[in-house]
């Protein structure tokens, strides 16, 4: 795309009147900026099918988190920007995952204490 299209302008225009944080305005701003880019057409002829195969492959790419991020910012700009909310109706944030965390064994945790040099530590 040629320079920054007005839409993007005006989506980060509403976002600092929302007073988002400056950071949060920016990742929105790119984030919409990759959306638009990656759909080849103008925002105003994407359909629901367009935004969720481009969600999709995110996943493929980002971490849970990111994609959250991601999903936010497209709601915003189609819900706020460009009142279009029916393209985004039905997006919904993706599960986040949580590793659990790694026990230590018994013999572990008495190695543990073993190498302190005080009770108190």
């Known amino acids: 795309m040629k320079g920054r299209p007005v839409s993007l302008t005006r989506c980060q225009r509403d976002l600092e009147a929302r007073g988002l944080r400056p950071n949060t305005v920016r990742t929105y701003v790119r984030t919409v900026a990759e959306v638009l ?5 103008p925002p105003s002829r994407a359909r629901e099918k367009d935004v969720r195969n ?3 492959a995110l996943q493929q ?4 988190s990111s994609v959250n991020v991601a999903i ?13 909310p029916a393209v985004v109706a039905r997006l919904r944030r993706v599960r986040v995952t949580h590793p659990l965390p790694t026990l230590l064994s018994g013999s572990e945790v008495m190695k ?8 108190k530590y």
């Open 54 to 56: 481009y969600v999709v």
């Open 72 to 84: 936010a910012a497209i709601a915003c700009f189609y819900v706020e920007t460009l009142r279009r």
């Open 112 to 119: 543990l204490l073993g190498a302190t040099r005080s009770a």
């Open 37 to 41: 880019q990656a759909l080849g057409r």
């Open 61 to 64: 790419r980002r971490a849970s």
